[in-house]
């Protein structure tokens, strides 16, 4: 009998210790099962007894005999690598509170601090194993988020990082990501500040009502911006978490490549990228019910056509939507409209394109265009 908790398409990944258990309990063996980052030090009995045959231990701590045992019995060990502030094997997304532990030391004292940190000081070296650590981190990072979305509809929100709390804009794109929650869709933005923070906050206030949302905009607007304080910024966003607990989930998927963006503490799942490429390509292709376009500058520019290029050659099948928001803003400040038209002209991504005024109007637009 298949155990419950392994999902289907990757049932042979073991990803924490009550899995673990419930695979050896219920198979009697670890034959051909990939273990991801799980402490197996209790388990050394079990190492010792059960069929490892064709096994792939990632990143497991385990006694020193279990781990010959194993490797006798022809499985792979990839042990831990000592002294590194992330954990390239993870088989789980990032969570707020693990990419922010000890904020109450600053936020240079974080794991994502520390992280920004060691991939400045290697990715100029040259070192393949630095590099290979990156690459072995961003792939399980994205296994893990096909995991979390399997069947699921999700909606990007893409914007700018300059957007202020305590701004109308940010209220506003708050709301939007209430909304686009509400109605059962799973809210993904670029998990970084700005518009993006907003986003994920409405999606995080969806099973509360609209006091607890005017409540923490309040709250955070002491905190506008990540700078010059990120540890500011940050406690802000936790006091919030702590007052209203159980928020409702959304994912965020930043990168470390821009330094200066931490996460926003509001996305439950935060797939965390070191290669920004991967990061924005796989945000993109994973919004299944469309995306929506807010108000930003380069990198929203460029969100806009790296999703606009696989809808025109309709490379993952049928065009998703896209909404872009603020008439003046994509025709005049960044001109992104007009090309974007002229792109779709005659081809079927045509009717699953538009520009709205107003933020409010965005859900409704999204929902026309068979979001």
Request: hydrophobic share 40%; glycine share 10%.
């Amino acid at each position: 009998m298949q155990p419950t908790s392994l999902r289907a398409g990757h049932d042979r990944e073991i990803e924490s210790l009550a899995e673990f258990d419930e695979v050896v309990s219920e198979r009697g063996s670890l034959a051909r099962f990939r273990v991801q980052s799980i402490d197996l030090t209790d388990r050394t009995d079990t190492l010792l007894s059960v069929d490892a045959s064709g096994a792939v231990f990632l990143g497991c701590p385990m006694d020193a005999g279990a781990a010959a045992r194993v490797r006798a019995a022809g499985a792979l060990v990839f042990p831990p690598v000592p002294g590194l502030p992330f954990d390239p094997y993870r088989g789980l997304l990032h969570s707020p509170d693990e990419l922010f532990a000890s904020l109450d030391a600053g936020y240079e004292a974080t794991p994502d601090a520390r992280t920004y940190t060691w991939f400045q000081q290697t990715k100029t070296d040259g070192d393949i194993f630095a590099s290979m650590l990156r690459s072995i981190h961003d792939d399980a990072v994205s296994d893990a988020l096909d995991e979390l979305l399997v069947g699921t509809r999700v909606v990007g929100v893409m914007g700018g990082h300059a957007m202020a709390r305590g701004t109308r804009a940010y209220e506003g794109a708050a709301l939007l990501g209430r909304e686009l929650a509400r109605s059962g869709l799973m809210v993904a933005t670029g998990g970084g500040p700005g518009a993006m923070e907003a986003a994920n906050l409405g999606a995080y206030a969806a099973p509360f009502d609209d006091a607890m949302l005017a409540e923490a905009l309040r709250l955070l607007s002491g905190s506008p911006s990540f700078e010059p304080s990120i540890t500011d910024w940050a406690r802000a966003a936790f006091t919030v978490r702590e007052r209203w607990p159980a928020g409702g989930p959304s994912v965020g998927i930043p990168t470390w490549f821009y330094g200066h963006e931490p996460p926003n503490p509001f996305a439950a799942h935060i797939a965390k990228y070191f290669a920004n490429s991967t990061r924005e390509d796989g945000l993109l292709a994973r919004s299944n019910a469309g995306v929506v376009f807010l108000p930003g500058a380069a990198g929203t520019v460029q969100e806009i056509f790296d999703n606009a290029t696989p809808n025109y050659y309709e490379s993952r099948g049928e065009p998703t939507a896209m909404v872009l928001v603020d008439r003046a803003h994509w025709t005049e400040r960044y001109p992104a409209w007009p090309l974007l038209q002229s792109l779709a002209r005659e081809r079927s991504m045509e009717s699953r394109i538009t520009l709205v005024d107003r933020i409010e109007d965005a859900p409704e637009a999204l929902k026309r265009l068979g979001g």
